[in-house]
């Protein structure tokens, strides 16, 4: 039989375990995803596309284009195209197009990701919305650029690619009025 002093010994020590495995759950998915390419995570910089890259003009991608709002979002948020037919190893450009719809300043953030995952990694922004934050006025609309590129070694069997955006209020001013109620 565990004394009382075994059993709280094993259930201190249960505990610490279990919040360092909760607090290193985060770095160790990332490092998952980055390894295997799950998660579809695109790159979170600029890229810089290599010198003398060869366009592969015998093959097309289609790369279709989601933009996400949870329902709550105060915010208009479309891309410009649903997809375009691509050749990989040739810089595009399109654009998605968000307005703040409320009354007040906000601060967007948009998140990317790529699907299927294993694309993740040979697709690649030069320019992007989604590397800084975005202000808005209230009422404010702009469209906002992504340049890409799909590099020519995607596998052969991926023919599809969907890059979409999460876009959402990232902080509200102080001075908004939502601000001004939240904090009372």
């Given at each position: 039989?565990v004394?009382?002093?075994?059993l709280v010994t094993r259930?201190?020590?249960m505990a610490?375990c279990?919040f360092?495995?909760g607090f290193?759950?985060?770095p160790?998915?990332?490092?998952?995803?980055?390894?295997t390419g799950?998660?579809?995570?695109?790159n979170?910089?600029?890229?810089?596309?290599?010198a003398?890259i060869q366009?592969?003009?015998?093959?097309?991608v289609?790369?279709?284009?989601v933009a996400?709002l949870?329902?709550q979002?105060?915010?208009e948020?479309?891309?410009a195209v649903?997809?375009?037919?691509?050749h990989p190893?040739q810089?595009y450009d399109?654009?998605f197009?968000?307005?703040?719809?409320?009354?007040?300043e906000?601060?967007g953030?948009?998140?990317?990701s790529v699907?299927p995952?294993?694309?993740?990694?040979?697709?690649h922004k030069?320019?992007?919305?989604?590397f800084?934050?975005?202000?808005?006025l209230?009422q404010e609309g702009r469209d906002m650029?992504?340049?890409?590129?799909?590099d020519?070694?995607?596998?052969?069997?991926?023919?599809?690619?969907?890059?979409?955006?999460?876009?959402f209020?990232?902080?509200q001013?102080?001075?908004?009025?939502a601000?001004?109620?939240s904090t009372?």
């Amino acid at each position: 039989m565990v004394s009382k002093r075994g059993l709280v010994t094993r259930l201190v020590i249960m505990a610490i375990c279990m919040f360092g495995f909760g607090f290193l759950m985060v770095p160790i998915y990332s490092l998952l995803c980055e390894i295997t390419g799950i998660g579809g995570r695109t790159n979170e910089t600029v890229a810089v596309i290599p010198a003398g890259i060869q366009v592969d003009t015998g093959r097309m991608v289609t790369v279709e284009f989601v933009a996400i709002l949870n329902e709550q979002a105060p915010w208009e948020f479309r891309p410009a195209v649903s997809s375009i037919q691509i050749h990989p190893g040739q810089l595009y450009d399109t654009s998605f197009y968000a307005r703040n719809l409320t009354d007040h300043e906000l601060i967007g953030q948009a998140v990317p990701s790529v699907a299927p995952g294993t694309a993740a990694k040979h697709f690649h922004k030069t320019q992007c919305f989604c590397f800084t934050s975005q202000k808005f006025l209230a009422q404010e609309g702009r469209d906002m650029g992504v340049q890409f590129m799909i590099d020519p070694d995607l596998p052969d069997y991926v023919d599809r690619i969907t890059l979409s955006y999460t876009f959402f209020v990232q902080r509200q001013p102080v001075d908004s009025p939502a601000a001004a109620t939240s904090t009372t």
